[in-house]
């Protein structure tokens, strides 16, 4: 299937723009071919073309321009899941190392469902210490936004448990660690 050209202007559904970021492993080696991306100018960038689903073959959905080396070479440490407010029942992956939490999609951990209340770059830091396999949730203190653990305002770095309670502006998050004492993708080989 060939790609036309868009108008970046043209509203385009979900499974368009799914389609334009697809690989499908196992499956021959994708042509590439230059299409205007629909979130920006009207700048050309290579993608790989659309190639029928094939239930032998694993489909890898990806931010345009992120590439699959990207996606493997930073394995998800845990996940904030959304209790209550805008984006109720979603979920964002955690990584190792600082992880940036705000409103905006350039953030590591974007909360981008709606809460205004939610600063749009660094409202908080949660860090996966790898070496020691702890979290640390870390607020910005130089925003006006307070960030609260388990119903307190976080003043100073705060150590994540299991189903600790985070809560920004109106949103209210679910730590669940995938990592930790037990397990470490440092144990994997």
Same mark, same amino acid.
């Given at each position: 299937?060939?790609?036309?050209?868009?108008?970046?202007?043209?509203?385009?559904?979900?499974? @368009?723009?799914?389609?334009?970021?697809?690989?499908?492993?196992? =499956?021959?080696?994708?042509?590439?071919?230059?299409?205007? =991306?629909?979130?920006?100018?009207?700048?050309?960038?290579?993608?790989?073309?659309?190639?029928?689903?094939?239930?032998?073959? &694993?489909?890898?959905?990806?931010?345009?321009?992120?590439?699959?080396?990207?996606?493997?070479?930073?394995?998800?440490?845990?996940?904030?899941?959304?209790?209550?407010g805008p984006g109720k029942g979603n979920f964002r992956p955690i990584y190792s190392?600082?992880?940036?939490?705000?409103?905006?999609?350039?953030?590591?951990?974007?909360?981008?469902?709606?809460? @205004? =209340?939610?600063?749009?770059?660094?409202?908080?830091?949660?860090?996966? @210490?790898?070496?020691?396999? /702890?979290? /640390?949730?870390?607020?910005?203190?130089?925003?006006?936004?307070?960030?609260? *653990?388990?119903?307190?305002?976080?003043? =100073?770095?705060?150590? *994540?448990?299991?189903?600790?309670?985070? &809560?920004?502006?109106? &949103?209210?998050?679910?730590?669940?660690?995938?990592?930790?004492?037990?397990?470490?993708?440092?144990?994997?080989?």
């Amino acid at each position: 299937m060939k790609h036309p050209t868009r108008d970046p202007s043209d509203q385009i559904n979900r499974r @368009d723009a799914a389609d334009e970021a697809t690989i499908i492993i196992g =499956a021959e080696e994708p042509a590439h071919e230059t299409v205007v =991306a629909p979130h920006t100018t009207p700048e050309r960038v290579p993608v790989a073309k659309s190639i029928p689903a094939d239930p032998g073959h &694993t489909r890898i959905l990806r931010p345009i321009g992120a590439s699959v080396e990207d996606i493997k070479s930073d394995p998800v440490v845990g996940w904030l899941v959304v209790l209550s407010g805008p984006g109720k029942g979603n979920f964002r992956p955690i990584y190792s190392g600082s992880n940036t939490i705000g409103r905006s999609s350039s953030q590591r951990i974007p909360i981008d469902f709606g809460d @205004d =209340a939610i600063s749009s770059e660094k409202q908080a830091f949660l860090v996966y @210490d790898g070496r020691k396999r /702890q979290f /640390q949730l870390v607020p910005n203190l130089e925003r006006p936004n307070l960030v609260h *653990l388990n119903d307190s305002a976080l003043l =100073a770095n705060g150590e *994540l448990k299991p189903h600790d309670k985070i &809560t920004l502006g109106a &949103t209210m998050l679910l730590f669940v660690p995938l990592c930790g004492p037990e397990f470490d993708w440092s144990d994997v080989k």
